[in-house]
């Protein structure tokens, strides 16, 4: 199916119903980037070059959902998440937290926000202290803001592990008597220690054992739907991912390719790069599901350009199948295609038809 010319998406990323664009965003980036300087000699240093890490992204989190990050490693999803804490300072674009331009925010302005950012790491074995107790890492969040909470610190270091899970009575253990996911809880309870409002999870369970994953991936189901939390998920596990999230980005080499809610972008792909990393996911039960043969496997050719040299208009012309002059001449704005009302927005010049398990869909004449 041929798409028409594309209609630009005012709403950047909406969340595809009309009371979720009504309201504002929690998070909001626009034209984001990070860029790595690469420097030469030993003496005399200079720029030799730069590494696009992420290269001009918009987003937006909504107060309460989970916005799932997904790509191949290397794209730009760690990076994005740090950016949004402010543990990084981006070199462009802008970051802009409850209304307000957090973007080059100094330490002392930062200071309230960082309460209400909170993030979860990736590695459950280095990102915790092990010279202090789980008492003590827990705390300390809330000793660095001054908080006092009824009852005591102490008192709700315990109503935390007792939340994530764990025995309250080893808050005075030390993290090696821990298993990695009872670390990764710990990891977990630091993060609701002053109650945030958007947690920023950087590949919380990649780490971990399959049953250990989904009882971390459960634990913070159940801790968005008691608390309200909003997640920035970023993970390259598309079966966690379609899980956890209501909305889910696709990334590749600093560049956000495609956004849609969760069940239209698994369900109906657009964009080659999104079609070809869902080819890739098993799915138990689907061969055998009446009318639906095997689903087709991309395999990508070539290897991940380098993010010092990318490639010139659509980044992933050099491994796409649909590759043509256009794709490297103009680049693909991130837009919403004619006929689609959802709030899928994609980044390609010849977007793939939607389909369904390999089959074509038709869609509603109203919307063509």
Sequence with gaps: MEETAPERDTAQAGTGSAAGRAAEPLLELSGLEKHFPITSGLVFKRQAGRVHAVDGIDLTVHAGETLGLVGESGCGKSTTGRLVARLLEPTGGSIRYGGRDITHASRRELRPIRAEIQMIFQDPYSSLNPRHTVGGIIRGPMEINGIDPPGGRDRRVRELLEI???NPEHYNRFPHEFSGGQ?????VARALALDPRLIVADEPVSALDVSIQAQVVN??????RELGIAFLFIAHDLAVVRHFSQRVAVMYLGKIVEIADRDSLYERPRHPYTHALLSAVPEVGLESAPGTGPRERIRLAGDVPSPIAPPSGCR???RCWKAQEKCAAEEPPLVRLEGNREGHLTACHFPEAPT????DVVLDPALA
């Design 356 to 359: 369904v398990h390999g089959r």
């Design 164 to 166: 994530v899970g764990l």
């Design 316 to 318: 992933f012309r050099t």
């Design 219 to 224: 634990l913070l189901q159940r801790l968005q």
């Design 183 to 187: 670390r990764q809880r710990i990891g």
